[in-house]
């Protein structure tokens, strides 16, 4: 289930890196409100915790400090086949932090829709980001470049993602439907132009994460997110 939230992140910075030359000022953003994650009008209680973390059926620990690791230790395997509501998806994501540090998101609402869409909104820390990208192996220097071309803010910058699609036997078939920056809208002809080649990146971080994540099935049935696959027994991690 975590694969949905490493797309809405990896959507999320590929679409940063294009428009980093929009330039947003933080005072200003502040004034208008455009700080602020889009609001998906989506609650949860400890018990939408309880019952995600449940059905996932993974024991999360965290790393001691002399532990060398900085990404996310796997260990062990079960298969998986539940639905998770919108609900249960937000409260995953929203207390994610506490549980991996190097998870680059706050303040996370995400909505599943009857129509098959899935919506998801919060806040982008950069810096986090960068860590995280370097636990996935993406060269640091190539990041850079990136970042210096276009000029790109190094803050916190609040994100907005539609997408529909699934995941089959750990291929992704995803598409955006629209997408904000600082509650500005991304042109479509941008999103669509990158869109393809971020498959085949998903595809590459799943394959990171086998044996012990697997992927046959992730897509929505009946409002909620339906997930048929495998998660680990175990993960090993630093929270915040």
């Known amino acids: ?31 208008f409100g455009s700080n602020q994650p889009k609001k998906l009008g989506i609650t949860y209680t400890q018990k939408d915790k309880k019952s995600a973390d449940e059905k996932l059926g993974v024991k999360y620990s965290q790393l001691s400090a002399e532990e060398k690791e900085k990404g996310l230790v796997l260990k062990g395997s079960h298969p998986v086949d539940k639905s998770l509501t919108s609900q249960e998806l937000t409260a995953l994501a929203d207390t994610r932090q506490k549980q991996f540090a190097l998870f680059p998101f706050k303040k996370v609402q995400i909505r599943v829709n009857p129509d098959g869409t899935v919506e998801g909104s919060g ?35 609040p994100v907005y993602l539609k997408v529909s699609g699934e995941v089959v036997n750990n291929i992704s078939n995803l598409a955006v439907k629209s997408a904000e920056i600082a509650r500005i809208p991304i042109p479509q002809a941008l999103v669509s132009q990158y869109g393809p080649s971020l498959n085949s990146l998903v595809e590459d971080i799943v394959s990171k994460r086998q044996p012990n994540y697997e992927i046959r099935s992730l897509k929505v049935e009946s409002g909620q997110v339906h997930f048929v696959g495998s998660s680990p027994d175990e993960e090993w991690a630093r929270g915040k």
């Open 1 to 31: 289930m975590k694969k949905l939230l490493v797309v809405i992140l990896l959507l999320s910075l590929i679409i940063v890196f294009i428009l980093g030359y929009l330039g947003f000022i933080p005072g200003l953003s502040a004034v």
């Open 123 to 157: 806040i982008l820390e950069f810096n986090t980001a960068l860590n995280f990208l370097q636990t996935l192996e993406v060269p640091l220097g190539e990041v850079n470049k990136v970042i210096d071309k276009f000029k790109i803010l190094r803050g916190e910058l």
